[in-house]
Every structure is written in structure tokens, then in C-alpha cells.
């Protein structure tokens, strides 16, 4: 009896170490599976980090982007509103002066205002261009070398036919894209002269009208802000001006006129 006591004890010890054993063995694996992360985790990891890099490397580029056409833009708006007050002499821009000089006075603007303006502004990104081409140049010569020599080699030749290859898709994307747009045009405006016009036309003036007053609204804000622009600008360059030719309280007297 005794000896069927001490066996069962030694049963039940072996069992329990048994299922310790056990344990300890499936802890170590989760610790291991923990540590080193399946392949698919891995793979899944870098995309995320890669494309992360790629969405922060876009959104730095478009930022760049957007603060650089802002500062061009305003910078051409004071250069044209010191050339229309007479402090700078910007070839292309007079026509421009001479149509805000004339809404400015309550009158309206020549019928060449729109082109007007194209061109000012197209004057003035042209002056910005050539002050910039000496500066530019010799950087766009030495790009352009190192590009020719990095093309010669293996892995630049391939580089250079898939860009060649990239480009060429493009361009047959922008062709199909631009024949189709011609084409949806042309089948609206059949259908415009066939049946759409009785149907929408009043609609449609009504809608211009709107669109009309909206548009004059903000021609007028537009024309304003570029008053103010022009004023502020020439009162800046006058209180520097006064400055250098006869110091602080010289300038400070152009704040009093």
C-alpha cells in the first residue's frame, strides 16, 4: 500500500514538472516571437518607414513649392506697383499703370486689361530670370555633365531609358487624355445646339449674370488690395530712401506726409 502511495506522488511530480517544462518552453517562444518579428512584420515595418520618408520628402517638396510662388508673386506685385509710382523703371509693365491709374480714377480700364497684366507680370518673372541666369547657369552646365557621364555608365543608362520611357507615356497619356477631352466637348456643344440650349438657356444666363457680379466683386477686392500694395510699397521705399540720405528722423518725417 505504501509503495503504491510513494509511487503515485513520484507520478504526480514527474507530471507537474512535466507541465512546467511546458510552459516555460511556450513563454520562451512568445519572448522569441516577441524579440524577432515574423518576415511579413519586417517587410510591413520598412514599407510603412519608406513610405513615410516618401510622404514627408512630397510634402517638403510641394511646401517649398508653395512658399516660392508666394514670394514670387508678391515680390512682382511691389516691383509692379513701384514701377506704376514712378520709383522703378520696368520695361513691359507702363500699359498695366496706365489701366490701374485709370480704375483708380473711377474709370474703365482698357479692353487689353487681362494681357495687360499677363504681360507685367511675365516682365517683371523675365527681369527676375535674367538677374538669376549668372548665378544659374554655370550650376544647370555642371548638372547637365555630370548627368551625361552618369548616363554613359551601366546603371545610368538604364536610369536615363526608364526616364526616356517614363516621359514618352506621359506625353501618349496628355494626347489621349487631351483627344478625349476634345471629344466630350464636341459631343456637348452637338447637344447644346440641338436640344440643351431650349432647355437650359435661361438657366444658364441667369447663372453667368451671377457669376458676372461675383466676378466684378472680386476684381474690385483684387484691384484694391493691389492699391494698398502699391501705396505701402512706395511709402516703405521713400522711409528707407529718407534714411540713408538723411537719417532716422529724415525717414521718420515721411511717415508725417
Known amino acids: 500500500m ?8 513520484e ?24 524579440k524577432d518579428p515574423s518576415p511579413s512584420k519586417k517587410r510591413l515595418e520598412t514599407k510603412e518607414k519608406s513610405r513615410g520618408f516618401f510622404s514627408k520628402l512630397l510634402r517638403f517638396v510641394f511646401t517649398c513649392i508653395f512658399y516660392v510662388s508666394i514670394i514670387t508673386v508678391t515680390s512682382s506685385t511691389i516691383a509692379i506697383g513701384l514701377t506704376c509710382a514712378g520709383y522703378e523703371n520696368t520695361a513691359g509693365v507702363a500699359p498695366l499703370c496706365k489701366d490701374l491709374s485709370l480704375l483708380s480714377s473711377g474709370k474703365k480700364a482698357s479692353a487689353n486689361l487681362p494681357n495687360n497684366f499677363k504681360n507685367a507680370f511675365g516682365a517683371v518673372l523675365n527681369g527676375y530670370q535674367k538677374q538669376l541666369q549668372p548665378y544659374t547657369a554655370p550650376v544647370k552646365k555642371q548638372v547637365n555633365d555630370h548627368y551625361k557621364k ?18 514618352a507615356k506621359l506625353v501618349e497619356l496628355f494626347v489621349k487624355a487631351q483627344r ?4 466630350q466637348v464636341d459631343n456637348v456643344l452637338v447637344w447644346w445646339n440641338k ?30 488690395i493691389i492699391a ?4 505701402l510699397s512706395a511709402r516703405v521705399k521713400a522711409f528707407f530712401v529718407a534714411w540713408t540720405q538723411g537719417g532716422f528722423n529724415a525717414a521718420m518725417n515721411t511717415l508725417n506726409h
Open 2 to 9: 505504501a509503495k503504491k502511495e510513494q509511487k503515485q506522488r
Open 11 to 34: 507520478a504526480g511530480k514527474s507530471a507537474a514538472q512535466h507541465q512546467l517544462q511546458q510552459k516555460l518552453a511556450a513563454q520562451k517562444t512568445v519572448n522569441a516571437a516577441a
Open 150 to 167: 552618369f548616363a554613359k555608365t551601366e546603371i545610368g543608362g538604364k536610369i536615363d531609358k526608364a526616364i526616356y520611357n517614363v516621359h
Open 180 to 183: 478625349f477631352v476634345r471629344k
Open 195 to 224: 436640344s440643351g440650349e431650349k432647355t437650359f438657356g435661361p438657366y444658364l444666363k441667369g447663372f453667368v449674370i451671377g457669376l458676372k457680379m461675383v466676378g466684378e466683386f472680386v476684381y474690385d477686392v483684387i484691384l484694391n
Open 228 to 231: 494698398v500694395i502699391v501705396h
